[in-house]
């Protein structure tokens, strides 16, 4: 299994405005390291959220680097089904090329209830424009 800090080189997160940006970097397809990946990108998350404090954001995922990558291990779809590190955020906007991860983020934003505030995009411009709407 890869370090934390090994692990944590596979995502970026930055916050500029309103805006949280988390780019995923590297397709992670060991189980256990694709698990601590996503335990660790949601702690992370959750920081530099709680870290502008009573401010609400909008998220823009951005997993177009890796492609149509689509390996997500089945502790990681229930850790982000779970997950409290999305309260902070009015917006969510992922993109990628997968379709299995589109079917992923419908599933998910319908089990949380946030199905009218998470979409799925395949063009990072599409999504921008779509986050700066809600902002307008």
Same mark, same amino acid.
């Given at each position: 299994?890869?370090s !934390? !800090?090994?692990? *944590? &080189?596979?995502? &970026?997160? %930055?916050? !500029?405005? #309103?805006l949280?940006?988390?780019?995923? =970097?590297?397709?992670? %397809? #060991?189980?256990? !390291?694709?698990? *601590? +990946? +996503? &335990?660790?990108?949601?702690?992370d998350?959750?920081?530099? @959220? /709680?870290?502008?404090?009573n /401010?609400?954001?909008?998220?823009? @995922?951005? =997993?177009?680097?890796?492609? %149509? ?8 779809? #229930?850790?982000?089904s779970? +997950?409290k @590190?999305?309260d902070?955020?009015? *917006? ?9 991860? &589109?079917? =992923?983020?419908?599933s998910i934003? +319908? =089990?949380t ?13 599409? @999504? ?5 709407k809600?902002?307008?």
């Amino acid at each position: 299994m890869k370090s !934390d !800090d090994e692990l *944590r &080189k596979q995502f &970026k997160i %930055t916050i !500029d405005d #309103n805006l949280v940006t988390a780019t995923f =970097l590297v397709e992670e %397809t #060991n189980p256990d !390291d694709n698990t *601590r +990946t +996503t &335990k660790l990108f949601l702690e992370d998350l959750e920081k530099s @959220a /709680k870290s502008q404090s009573n /401010k609400q954001f909008n998220l823009l @995922a951005d =997993l177009s680097p890796i492609g %149509t990558g689509n390996y997500v291990t089945n502790e990681s779809k #229930n850790l982000y089904s779970q +997950t409290k @590190a999305f309260d902070n955020f009015s *917006r969510i906007a992922v993109v990628s090329k997968s379709l299995i991860i &589109k079917v =992923l983020v419908v599933s998910i934003s +319908t =089990l949380t209830g946030k199905f009218d505030n998470v979409k799925w995009f395949d063009e990072k411009e599409k @999504a921008v424009d779509w986050l700066n709407k809600s902002t307008s």
